[in-house]
Structure formats: structure tokens, C-alpha cells
């Protein structure tokens, strides 16, 4: 591939929502081929504090099922329900072709603080992100909904120490998407010194 080729994947890279993907279903092989070359991010010592869940099919209605009443639970002992929310988070997985929820599961020894192994976790989903736009496909990371509840963890398959980081929508984009995506000058961010 040319450094030209390669640019241009980064910069059509774009989040595509759900209202956005056809309903038909993304072939299994390109989702396993996201988190495969997710899991070639770069993590200190190692360490690989990313996991995935993926759900398709019927295992979309159980995410939608598990997080709505999740929230339910948790929002009613708070007082915070909302029954517009509920009634989303109990829909709109279903508009996708398949969700991967992403953990960090934090290194048994502890060697690292937290913040490096969440980064290297965030430099993964970037691949996922990357490979997606490489093969056509749409989605978009999510780290509403129950992301931050921490009774949602172990259905995750997470313990106390580990976090809940979000859900990758997937789907099919519609043709002819165009989206007015801006950057600002990378001249405002950086400082050389030579
Ligand atoms: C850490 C992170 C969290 C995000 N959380 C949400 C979210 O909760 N809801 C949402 O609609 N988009 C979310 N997004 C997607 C951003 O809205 C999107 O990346 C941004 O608008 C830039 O658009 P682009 O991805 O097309 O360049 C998130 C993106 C990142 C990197």
C-alpha cells in the first residue's frame, strides 16, 4: 500500500450511525477481522487489556433486554428513570447488524496505572474503526447507556477493577453517504522544537 492509499483510509474514516445502515447484515468474517487486527494495537507490557463481546442476531434483543432493565434497576433506586431512554435502550440495538462491547480488563499484577491500559484500549477501537472503513463497512463507538453503571459489569464478563468503555454499532452504510466531517489545522495542536 502507498502512504497515499493510507492517508486516504485515515482521513475517510467517519462515524456512521445507525439511522444510516441498511439493515442487512455485515458478514461475520469482516466483524471477526475488525477485532483481530484490533488486537494488533499497541499496549504497554503487553499487557492486551482489551476484550470484546459481540452480539448479533437474537444476541442483540439480549443486549437490548439486559441494558434497558439494567438502567431501569439502577435509574429507579436513584430516582433518575426516564422512560424515553428506557424505551431506546430497549429498540435502537436492534438497528444494528451486530454490537461489540468493549472492556478493559485491567493486568492481575497492576503494573501499569489505569490510564495506559484505557489508551491502549482507545488505540484498538481505532483499528476497528480503520478496518471498517477498509472494507465498506459502517460504525460508530457509543459510551452512553449503561456504559458508566458499574452493575453492568459482570454481565460483561468484568470485575470490580475493570471498566466498561462502550459499544460499537456496526451495519451496512447506505450509498452515497456524505458527511461534512472538519478537522481544525494541525498547526493549533502542535509545537516543534528543533
Ligand atoms: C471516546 C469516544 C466516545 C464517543 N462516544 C459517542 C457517543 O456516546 N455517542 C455518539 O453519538 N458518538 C460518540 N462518539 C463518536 C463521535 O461522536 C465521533 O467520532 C465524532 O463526532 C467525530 O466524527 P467522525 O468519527 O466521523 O470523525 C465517540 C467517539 C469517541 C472517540
Not at 452480539?55 to 428513570?81: I, P, V
Not at 484500549?121 to 483499528?127: G, H, K, L, R, Y
Not at 465498506?136 to 470485575?159: H, M, N, Q, W
Amino acid at each position: 500500500m502507498k502512504p497515499a492509499e493510507f492517508n486516504e483510509i485515515i482521513r475517510s474514516r467517519q462515524s456512521i450511525f445507525p439511522k444510516d445502515y441498511t439493515g442487512e447484515k455485515v458478514d461475520d468474517a469482516i466483524v471477526r477481522q475488525m477485532l483481530e487486527n484490533a488486537t494488533w494495537a499497541p499496549s504497554h507490557k503487553l499487557t492486551e487489556p482489551w476484550r470484546f463481546i459481540v452480539f448479533s442476531g437474537e444476541g442483540l434483543k439480549t443486549l437490548a433486554d439486559f441494558q434497558s432493565e439494567c438502567y431501569k434497576r439502577a435509574t429507579l433506586a436513584s430516582g433518575n428513570f426516564d422512560e424515553k431512554k428506557y424505551e431506546g435502550l430497549k429498540t435502537k440495538p436492534l438497528e444494528s447488524s451486530h454490537i461489540i462491547a468493549v472492556g478493559m480488563k485491567r493486568d492481575a499484577k497492576k503494573g501499569l496505572p489505569e490510564w495506559e491500559e484505557l489508551g491502549a484500549v482507545f488505540c484498538a477501537i481505532e483499528n476497528i474503526y480503520l478496518t471498517a472503513t477498509a472494507y465498506g463497512v459502517g460504525c460508530y463507538l457509543s459510551t452512553g447507556g449503561i456504559v458508566p453503571f458499574k452493575e453492568a459489569k459482570v454481565f460483561f464478563d468484568l470485575g470490580e477493577e475493570d471498566q466498561l468503555l462502550g459499544f460499537i454499532h456496526v451495519g451496512v452504510p447506505k450509498k452515497n453517504l456524505h458527511h461534512n466531517r472538519k478537522r481544525k489545522p494541525v498547526e493549533e495542536k502542535m509545537i516543534w522544537i528543533s
